[in-house]
């Protein structure tokens, strides 16, 4: 069976501090992978998405980058935290046609930066 | 830009009690996606609907597709405090470019 994992789960960083998370899937080959943020009461937004090793696609314009150097494993970076940075991202991957197909998301990251 | 909203925004109710949230959009989607999630979780799927009228049963859950593919409805019998959650629709619209979320509906069931 398939499972994603992310970490760290939660996370305090400074502002102006670099920034790494990662997402890792398995039992999966070359799924289309996902980074959203949550607010709350503001929904899901979706930051970035992937449909295969070093392609990334952006959906936001940000201080936040995203890359996939394996098949199975996305990373969000940013190399400065903005305080407007903090909120739960949530990778997220699916088998299918990019945004048609059904998504399964990993536990999330909680982000405060102070 | 394509919107589904979701209603009621938060729901209170007691254990046993029956209840229904909404997801509406004025544009079609080529299928919707139910989650639910706990607090400090990610989203876990619940249903994927993909044709119009479609009715699927998950135990105390019911899911209906509208006929025109534009809202889906989620209907909880005797609900329980373990249905506690944020519920959040999500449909990916005809061109293919992207998965529409709402905000989702915060239900709380006490016993």
């Known amino acids: 069976s398939q499972t994603i994992h992310q970490w760290p789960a939660t996370l305090v960083q400074p502002v102006g501090s670099p920034l790494s998370l990662e997402c890792t899937v398995e039992g999966t080959s070359n799924p289309n992978l996902y980074w959203y943020r949550q607010a709350a009461g503001r929904g899901l937004q979706l930051l970035f998405y992937?449909?295969?090793?070093?392609?990334i696609s952006s959906e936001v314009p940000q201080n936040l980058s995203a890359s996939r150097p394996q098949d199975r494993q996305f990373i969000l970076s940013s190399k400065k935290l903005l305080l407007s940075d903090s909120g739960f991202y949530l990778c997220?991957?699916?088998?299918?046609?990019?945004?048609?197909?059904?998504?399964?998301f990993g536990p999330g990251t909680r982000l405060l930066v102070l | 830009t394509q919107l589904l909203e979701q209603s009621p925004q938060f729901l209170s109710i007691q254990e046993g009690e029956n209840l229904t949230v909404y997801c509406n959009s004025s544009s079609v989607f080529s299928s919707l996606q139910w989650y639910r999630q706990e607090p400090g979780e990610g989203p876990v799927l619940l249903v994927t609907v993909v044709t119009g009228g479609e009715v699927k049963k998950l135990k105390r859950l019911t899911f209906q597709f509208g006929d025109a593919r534009k809202d889906s409805s989620l209907h909880i019998t005797a609900a329980q405090p373990g249905d506690t959650g944020l519920y959040l629709c999500a449909g990916a619209n005809q061109a293919g470019t992207a998965l529409i979320f709402g905000k989702g509906t915060t239900l709380s069931v006490s016993s």
């Open positions: 992937s449909v295969g090793i070093g392609q």
């Open positions: 997220a991957w699916g088998a299918g046609a990019p945004h048609q197909e059904t998504q399964y």
